[in-house]
Every structure is written in structure tokens, then in C-alpha cells.
């Protein structure tokens, strides 16, 4: 049977004076320490748990509930699958925000309590005035700002399409990552039935069952973790695999999500997922010269594989923009709409 390494590599940390757009900019993970350690969120969180609370409280908007995954002790933090992958180990209930936190500081001292967590929470509609409270200047992006408030809990490990910087604001967490190359070594779960809206791996890497999942080893000699404390963040670049942990009673984290790309372009997995209706299940000799055609015109183009027609007579193949985006969203949308009519049944 394959052998973990003892322990993970620790993920690289961030030079004290690296301006914050060169960080940005990383194409690999980076720990930044302290970087949010002036923010008044985490000077409370530093005082206690009840601090920490308290203050967030402050800026809750309970007329507009939060949605909280409230899981039974025995989950023991990790939100994942029932037994059964028929369903989950967790439920959602609708909660105002200060009873969420008030419920989080109730079972501080409790041994064995239920998981609570509030997971990407927008922060300008649950928590408005917190975010210009506790600035931090990106430059010129517009990233969408998330709060994760919860007890001691686990998220499985899976990817986000944006880059990721994610701050620690109240308890203490623990990132352990994959690079994306990992994927056929993570037993990654369904693509559409998901504990969250990402495919997670199937793997408990704090337990893993190596004789159900022997690659899983060839992965974890390829992790990275480590440990942040509040004021502490992490640049988790586009598609790097990533299991959390909150390591207190109480943990908060605030992070900002943002895409490298153009806001005109669609999500790869859209493009994945027709993959899969169209191109996954021909016979193999077909699948080839699809294979080949996608290498010519999306991954490996030598050069710009419609030089030879006409700039007027490109269509689809002509420069990225807005307008050809368009262009082939409609056409998509018409071929979609035709494969739908055709799979009806007859009246």
C-alpha cells in the first residue's frame, strides 16, 4: 500500500515588504502574515471569541436572514456527504446573523457541539459597513467579498475558478493545498451534485483511506499548509485545490474573490460540461480528431489558426471581445435549444 509523507511542505510566505499587487500577481500560494492584523475586526478577535462576535454583531442586517449549515456533532466539523452519497450530512437553516453569532458563543465551552457555519456569506448585504470598516485597497479590481463565520469545522477539498485572498479575522485556520495538476489524484466526487456548488474530493485528508484511495499518496507529496492566526491571509491562485479548517470555537475569515480574465468570458466549466455531452463518449478514433481540433484552435495554437481567411470573414474565429462573445453565446444557445427540442417526445 502507497505511503504519506509524514507532513506536508509549508506553503511559501510572502516577504514582509512585497508590495501587495506583486502578491497579488502570484501564480502560486503565498502566505502573507499580518497583513489585516490593523483591522479593528481582528484587534476585537485578539481580545476573545466574545470580542469578536460582539463586534460583528454590530453590522448584522437580520431583517435579510443568513443561510447557516448546521451539521450534528458527530460530523465532527467535516461538510461532506451522507454515508450513502445520497444526500448530505448537513442542513441549511435560514437565521438572522446575530443569532448566529450569539448561537456560536453560546457553545464556546460546549464539548461536543453541533457544527454552525456560515459559508460565503456576502459581506456588503449580511454585514453592511463592515467591509469599509476594515478596508483593504486591491487596486483595480472589484472583487466579490465573502464572510465564512463558524465553529470547528472542515471543508472538503476542492478548486474556485477566481484567485482567492482569504483573511483571518477571528480563531485560527489551517489551509493544506493541492496544485492543480493533482486532480486525477484527488478522487474528485460528482460535478453536479455537490456538498456546495464546487466538486469536492472524496478523500478525508486528515484520514485518508489509502486502500480505497491509493493515489491520494502521489497528492499529498505534492501539498502544501500551513497555519494562519488572525491579521494572517493567503493568496490561493485560480484552480488550486484547498481544504480548510477552523481550528477554534470561534472562526471568522473574510475572503475576496476576483477572475484575471475579462468579465465577457464564460466559466471553463460550461465548456467542460458540453464537453461531456458531446465529445466524451464517441468512439475513440473520433474522439481524436476532436482532440487534435481542440489542440489546433484553443491549446495549442502555433499561430492565429484563422490567419488565412479574411479579418471580415472570421466569425467566431475573429479577435476576443465582447462582440464575439456574443456572437457565440447565440450560436451555442441556438444549437442548445434545437438538441432540446429534438430529446422531446412526441405529443
Same mark, same amino acid.
Given at each position: 500500500?502507497?505511503?504519506?509523507?509524514?507532513? #506536508?511542505?509549508?506553503?511559501?510566505? &510572502?516577504?514582509?515588504?512585497?508590495?501587495?499587487?506583486?502578491? +497579488? =500577481? $502570484?501564480?502560486? @500560494? *503565498?502566505?502573507?502574515?499580518?497583513?489585516?492584523?490593523?483591522?479593528?475586526?481582528?484587534?476585537?478577535?485578539?481580545?476573545?471569541?466574545?470580542?469578536?462576535?460582539?463586534?460583528?454583531?454590530?453590522?448584522?442586517?437580520?431583517?435579510?436572514?443568513?443561510?447557516?449549515?448546521?451539521?450534528?456533532?458527530?460530523?465532527?466539523?467535516?461538510?461532506?456527504?451522507?454515508?450513502?452519497?445520497?444526500?448530505?450530512?448537513?442542513?441549511?437553516?435560514?437565521?438572522?446573523?446575530?443569532?448566529?453569532?450569539?448561537?456560536?458563543?453560546?457553545?464556546?465551552?460546549?464539548?461536543?457541539? #453541533?457544527?454552525?457555519?456560515?459559508? &460565503?456569506?456576502?459581506?456588503?448585504?449580511?454585514?453592511?459597513? +463592515? =467591509? $469599509?470598516?476594515? @478596508? *483593504?485597497?486591491?487596486?483595480?479590481?472589484?472583487?466579490?467579498?465573502?464572510?465564512?463565520?463558524?465553529?470547528?469545522?472542515?471543508?472538503?477539498?476542492?478548486?474556485?475558478?477566481?484567485?482567492?485572498?482569504?483573511?483571518?479575522?477571528?480563531?485560527?485556520?489551517?489551509?493544506?493545498?493541492?496544485?492543480?495538476?493533482?486532480?486525477?489524484?484527488?478522487?474528485?466526487?460528482?460535478?453536479?451534485?455537490?456538498?456546495?456548488?464546487?466538486?469536492?474530493?472524496?478523500?478525508?485528508?486528515?484520514?485518508?483511506?489509502?486502500?480505497?484511495?491509493?493515489?491520494?499518496?502521489?497528492?499529498?507529496?505534492?501539498?502544501?499548509? &500551513?497555519?494562519?492566526?488572525?491579521?494572517?491571509?493567503?493568496?490561493?491562485?485560480?484552480?488550486?485545490?484547498?481544504?480548510?479548517?477552523?481550528?477554534?470555537?470561534?472562526?471568522?475569515?473574510?475572503?475576496?474573490?476576483?477572475?484575471?480574465?475579462?468579465?465577457?468570458?464564460?466559466?471553463?466549466?460550461?465548456?467542460?460540461?458540453?464537453?461531456?455531452?458531446?465529445?466524451?463518449?464517441?468512439?475513440?478514433?473520433?474522439?481524436?480528431?476532436?482532440?487534435?481540433?481542440?489542440?489546433?484552435?484553443?491549446?495549442?495554437?502555433?499561430?492565429?489558426?484563422?490567419?488565412?481567411?479574411?479579418?471580415?470573414?472570421?466569425?467566431?474565429?475573429?479577435?476576443?471581445?465582447?462582440?464575439?462573445?456574443?456572437?457565440?453565446?447565440?450560436?451555442?444557445?441556438?444549437?442548445?435549444?434545437?438538441?432540446?427540442?429534438?430529446?422531446?417526445?412526441?405529443?
Amino acid at each position: 500500500m502507497p505511503q504519506l509523507p509524514e507532513a #506536508p511542505a509549508g506553503i511559501p510566505e &510572502a516577504p514582509r515588504d512585497a508590495p501587495l499587487e506583486e502578491i +497579488l =500577481r $502570484a501564480q502560486t @500560494p *503565498l502566505v502573507v502574515r499580518e497583513l489585516v492584523a490593523h483591522w479593528p475586526a481582528v484587534r476585537a478577535a485578539t481580545r476573545s471569541p466574545v470580542a469578536a462576535a460582539a463586534y460583528l454583531r454590530r453590522f448584522a442586517h437580520d431583517a435579510l436572514p443568513a443561510i447557516a449549515t448546521i451539521a450534528p456533532p458527530e460530523a465532527r466539523g467535516r461538510v461532506f456527504y451522507d454515508d450513502a452519497m445520497r444526500g448530505f450530512n448537513f442542513r441549511h437553516e435560514r437565521v438572522p446573523m446575530s443569532v448566529a453569532l450569539n448561537t456560536l458563543v453560546k457553545y464556546l465551552d460546549h464539548a461536543d457541539p #453541533p457544527t454552525i457555519y456560515l459559508a &460565503a456569506t456576502t459581506l456588503d448585504t449580511f454585514l453592511p459597513g +463592515l =467591509r $469599509a470598516d476594515n @478596508p *483593504l485597497d486591491l487596486g483595480e479590481r472589484d472583487p466579490l467579498a465573502s464572510i465564512w463565520i463558524g465553529n470547528r469545522t472542515r471543508v472538503p477539498t476542492h478548486q474556485d475558478l477566481p484567485d482567492n485572498l482569504a483573511c483571518v479575522v477571528a480563531g485560527r485556520r489551517r489551509f493544506t493545498l493541492f496544485p492543480p495538476e493533482q486532480l486525477r489524484n484527488l478522487y474528485v466526487g460528482p460535478l453536479d451534485f455537490t456538498p456546495a456548488g464546487q466538486p469536492v474530493s472524496l478523500v478525508d485528508p486528515l484520514a485518508p483511506d489509502l486502500a480505497r484511495f491509493p493515489r491520494f499518496a502521489e497528492a499529498q507529496r505534492h501539498a502544501l499548509a &500551513a497555519e494562519l492566526a488572525p491579521g494572517d491571509a493567503i493568496l490561493i491562485p485560480s484552480m488550486w485545490w484547498h481544504h480548510i479548517e477552523g481550528l477554534e470555537p470561534f472562526n471568522a475569515l473574510v475572503n475576496y474573490w476576483w477572475r484575471r480574465s475579462p468579465e465577457w468570458m464564460d466559466s471553463p466549466v460550461n465548456a467542460l460540461l458540453h464537453a461531456l455531452l458531446a465529445i466524451r463518449d464517441l468512439p475513440p478514433a473520433e474522439r481524436a480528431i476532436w482532440q487534435d481540433a481542440f489542440g489546433h484552435y484553443v491549446f495549442e495554437p502555433e499561430a492565429d489558426p484563422a490567419a488565412h481567411i479574411p479579418p471580415h470573414a472570421r466569425g467566431v474565429l475573429g479577435p476576443p471581445g465582447p462582440e464575439r462573445a456574443a456572437a457565440l453565446r447565440a450560436r451555442l444557445a441556438r444549437a442548445l435549444s434545437r438538441a432540446a427540442s429534438d430529446d422531446e417526445p412526441p405529443a
